[in-house]
């Protein structure tokens, strides 16, 4: 299908009448040209979760690839690349609270 997640995330967002800034942040995210400037950083946080998503293999956009993002996003958010090694045990930790979240009401 030629259709992106970050396109069926911000329709779904819309449904779902979550805010506005979300929704441009969602729908945002690869493209990184939010319709706002203001939600520039939200949008570079969003893309580079949606990195470390793929590369911890949490979810599935539709492929497997994985990317790392431009080292200029990096320099734009004040964070080292080697900060997300040092953060992946919280992140990891993090994403299997969260499973075991969604096995309880699944």
């Known amino acids: 299908l030629p259709i992106t997640h970050d396109a069926v995330g911000s329709v779904l967002a819309r449904q779902w009448n979550l805010p506005e800034a979300l929704i441009e942040v969602i729908g945002a995210h690869h493209t990184l040209k939010p319709n706002k400037s203001t939600y520039m950083r939200l949008t570079l946080l969003v893309h580079v979760a949606d990195a470390q998503c793929r590369l911890l293999g949490v979810g599935n956009a ?19 690349p080697s900060d997300l090694d040092e953060w992946k045990p919280e992140i990891e930790a993090n994403i299997e609270n969260a499973q075991g979240m969604l096995e309880l009401i699944g």
């Not at 539709?62 to 080292?80: E, Q």
């Open 62 to 80: 539709g492929d497997h690839a994985t990317w790392h993002p431009d080292g200029r996003i990096f320099k734009r958010l004040s964070i080292n």
